[in-house]
């Protein structure tokens, strides 16, 4: 860490180019002996990417950034701050500490956190934030976390680990394909707490998450406007209960669908008929990932559009509903469509022959903020196109 960097020339300059070319900057001589080119670029770049994902420390004066890569890694503020209403007693150990983001809310609402973070270098830096941001209770260490969990002889309240995944074929990753292996390590992280907390990225598959872990009493799927961003999976010792899942989307405001295990089996009814009366649903991705699809019907009371399509309607408007919300205006077949002319809205394909991109250069479709095409099927196995204004973003 170049402490030469937090030097009041040094960084009103990174704010006065904020807006310049990072590679210009990294390409020119540097006006300070100090810091480096390459060093001035890695601010200015990280600052940048920290504007709407990390505002506070965006905004905060005398902020040390670390290499981009690990802003791109690092946890929102908005997720972080979910996470820490997951936590309980007083205390939490954070093995993979990394820029500090999850450590400094866990800060928040608990009396004590401590930080380990294998590089050196980001553990410094993480350090020298917190003390900018008044979180003086929190305790850094640079050491390797898993290594420091099995030596410590103290009991926490809760262990939060964010594996990094391994580099491998595919797609499809396991837990214990990640570092640190928190599959083989489990009893031994269960010896020195009760509540373990685990950071996996989205594309974990929750059936194959539950077959390498025990006692997972929750697991949460976070989405930030209608993306998934991280599944938090608690496990609680010798928990033997049913398994609660929790899909919440956070957007301007945070809607919580939670639901157990057992639920995720239930029926729902397929709508017969569709007309201008009716309400179109669009989950928000954090449902869908949640695999409850006839559940999503029976809490709100809807219809599914089709038993393959995750759309579905109603004569009624729910604005609790975690997802988008239109009001349909029509119902058009595809020879109806091709009578039109000057079409605008912007284009959703859910169970349709075709890509967007190709049904919008076919029926010549321009743009629309709030105007939809939505080219889908119906229960009767009949491709059908609802034209719809969108009444409820994610």
């Not at 939060?160 to 928190?182: E, H």
């Not at 390498?212 to 609680?236: G, M, P, R, T």
């Not at 997802?323 to 859910?350: A, C, P, T, Y």
Request: proline share 3%.
């Amino acid at each position: 860490m170049n402490k030469s960097i937090l030097d009041q020339a040094v960084q009103d300059y990174i704010v006065t180019h904020l807006n310049t070319d990072s590679n210009e900057i990294a390409l020119a001589k540097s006006p300070f002996s100090t810091v480096s080119s390459a060093e001035l670029a890695n601010q200015i770049s990280a600052k940048k990417k920290s504007e709407k994902k990390l505002p506070t420390w965006y905004n905060a004066e005398g902020i040390y950034f670390p290499p981009t890569l690990s802003i791109e890694q690092t946890s929102s503020e908005v997720t972080a701050k979910y996470k820490s209403q997951l936590t309980k007693g007083k205390n939490l150990v954070d093995l993979t500490g990394g820029f500090g983001i999850d450590s400094f809310y866990f800060a928040k609402v608990l009396d004590q956190v401590i930080h380990c973070e294998i590089n050196a270098e980001l553990s410094e830096i993480a350090r020298s934030n917190a003390q900018v941001l008044k979180a003086k209770n929190i305790d850094f260490k640079a050491i390797d976390g898993l290594e420091y969990i099995k030596k410590s002889k103290i009991k926490f309240d809760n262990i939060f680990i964010d594996p990094a995944r391994r580099a491998a074929k595919g797609k499809v990753f396991m837990l214990k394909d990640c570092t640190p292996d928190v599959v083989s390590s489990l009893d031994e992280l269960l010896d020195k707490s009760d509540r373990i907390i685990i950071k996996t990225a989205p594309l974990l598959d929750l059936t194959a998450g539950l077959q390498e872990l025990k006692f997972v009493s929750e697991i949460h799927i976070v989405s930030v406007k209608n993306e998934c961003k991280e599944l938090l999976w608690i496990i609680d010792k010798d928990f033997s209960g049913e398994l609660k899942i929790t899909a919440a989307a956070i957007n301007e405001e945070t809607k919580l669908f939670s639901f157990l295990k057992s639920e995720i089996n239930s029926s729902t009814y397929l709508a017969q008929e569709i007309n201008s009366c009716n309400y179109l649903y669009e989950p928000d991705a954090a449902l869908l990932k949640s695999g409850a699809f006839n559940l999503i019907g029976n809490r709100y009371r809807l219809q599914k559009l089709h038993h393959q399509t995750q759309l579905y309607i109603s004569e009624n408007i729910d604005v609790k509903f975690p997802g988008r919300i239109f009001k349909i205006n029509e119902i058009v077949s595809s020879g109806d469509l091709k009578k039109q002319k000057s079409l605008v809205g912007n284009v959703i394909v859910r169970n349709y022959p075709g890509k967007a991109e190709e049904l919008v250069k076919k029926f010549k479709i321009k743009s629309d903020n709030t105007q939809f095409l939505i080219f889908t099927k119906n229960s009767k196995e009949e491709n059908i196109i609802i034209r719809a204004e969108i009444l409820q973003h994610y």
